[in-house]
């Protein structure tokens, strides 16, 4: 999950997923949370900015290809909607696209940690509460600043 409050932190949780990656251990990566990154990163029209996001497109495509990052998407049964309603009603500081990225990975069969930064996900004991329903544990990255400042 992106967040333009914790640049620095997603820093740090960049090397950890590239560390990952170069262990072959392939990355599930929710198609609406690439979709929140490119937003942010994109948003700015600056030409130098532009030119970051064709780099990070293009590096995004080689590591699908690769098979180092695993696309999860929304199923055909539309189950994701209902999961994302069922968290919004239980937390109102929960914006609807972290709703839903938090979903696809509770509708995931293979995933048990959902790594973020977002106060709102950490913090909310009733978003935890759903996620768990679903065998999904949110936790902060292993090697984020915040983690190792406690």
Do not use: W
């Amino acid at each position: 999950m992106l967040d333009t409050t914790d640049t620095d932190d997603l820093c740090v949780v960049g090397k950890h997923l590239r560390n990952s990656i170069k262990k072959n251990n392939p990355l599930g990566v929710s198609i609406p949370s690439i979709g929140e990154a490119f937003h942010t990163l994109c948003e700015d029209t600056d030409l130098n900015q532009t030119e970051k996001c064709r780099n990070a497109a293009g590096m995004l495509h080689k590591l699908i290809q690769e098979g180092k990052i695993e696309l999860v998407g929304i199923g055909k049964d539309k189950r994701v909607y209902q999961i994302a309603k069922e968290l919004m009603d239980e937390d109102q500081k929960l914006k609807p696209a972290d709703a839903i990225i938090l979903s696809v990975a509770c509708d995931s069969n293979e995933c048990a940690s959902f790594y973020t930064t977002d106060r709102v996900l950490l913090d909310g004991i009733k978003i935890a509460g759903v996620a768990r329903i679903h065998s999904v544990n949110i936790q902060e990255p292993p090697y984020s600043e915040r983690r190792r400042r406690r």
